[in-house]
């Protein structure tokens, strides 16, 4: 459901790099289910009670996300952009072809949350018809650069972080954020990050929490920055504020 997040993120990595094809190279995927961020069928529910649907229509087949879109800011334009490759890279990826592999997945869902089953159910049936590669590493930051350093011409190299970099050490942050700036410098790489604002924002202090909707707490809010190449530099910028579920958006 964070691709109510995810998807006017890479709306936003389109307009600063100038493409419209899109490489997006999902860090930690699990089982890759955001690299079919582009199909789902997105509603976004703005403050006056107007819905705002986004990407392809709702059929009954595609997984379906929900999401308030908060504060004075418009909601995304559809979107001007394409989805030209899907890798994930992970320790341990999950085949969503695999049924007793899907069964354990399905299994890591709060088990009264019907609406989050069908949600998984059907994007997991989707992943299964679009073209994709999850690469198995036991050194996701190693296999890094040759991955971006590999891609086809044409393209445009998007890395997405999102809630993984809570799980790396100081250390590996580090690790990881050095060949990321090589690789935005030389390849043009973007960087897409939904963390805890202490590790997505790298270069400048956070912008203000929105006014949340009731019942919502501030404590585990997703920041969504933007990092990429500009004049030789490297320039990041805060994108939204979002539910780590996905619930609302900023």
């Not at 006017?8 to 699990?30: E, H, I, K, M, Q």
């Not at 509603?43 to 087949?61: K, M, N, V």
């Not at 949340?212 to 933007?226: K, R």
């Amino acid at each position: 459901a964070r691709g109510a997040a995810i998807w006017p993120a890479l709306g936003a990595a389109a307009t600063a790099t100038g493409a419209r094809a899109l490489a997006l190279l999902d860090f930690g995927c699990s089982a890759g289910l955001n690299l079919g961020v582009d199909q789902f069928a997105l509603r976004y529910i703005t403050d006056d009670g107007r819905l705002h649907d986004r990407g392809p229509a709702r059929d009954g087949q595609r997984a379906e996300i929900e999401s308030r879109w908060l504060g004075a800011a418009p909601p995304p334009a559809q979107a001007g952009w394409r989805l030209a490759l899907r890798q994930g890279l992970d320790p341990a990826p999950v085949d969503v072809a695999d049924p007793e592999r899907l069964r354990w997945l399905q299994a890591c869902l709060w088990p009264h949350d019907a609406r989050r089953r069908e949600r998984l159910a059907r994007a997991a049936a989707q992943l299964q018809h679009l073209p994709h590669t999850l690469t198995q590493a036991d050194d996701c930051i190693a296999a890094l650069e040759p991955r971006v350093a590999g891609l086809p011409a044409g393209v445009q190299p998007v890395l997405l972080t999102s809630w993984v970099l809570y799980y790396l050490n100081a250390a590996e942050l580090a690790r990881l954020r050095a060949p990321v700036v090589r690789l935005a410098l030389s390849h043009g790489l973007a960087w897409i990050c939904g963390e805890l604002p202490t590790l997505s924002a790298q270069d400048r202090e956070p912008p203000p929490l929105p006014a949340l909707p009731p019942g919502e707490v501030a404590s585990s809010a997703t920041l969504w920055t933007l990092r990429h190449a500009q004049a030789g530099r490297i320039v990041e910028q805060a994108l939204a504020w979002s539910h780590p579920h996905g619930r609302w958006v900023a």
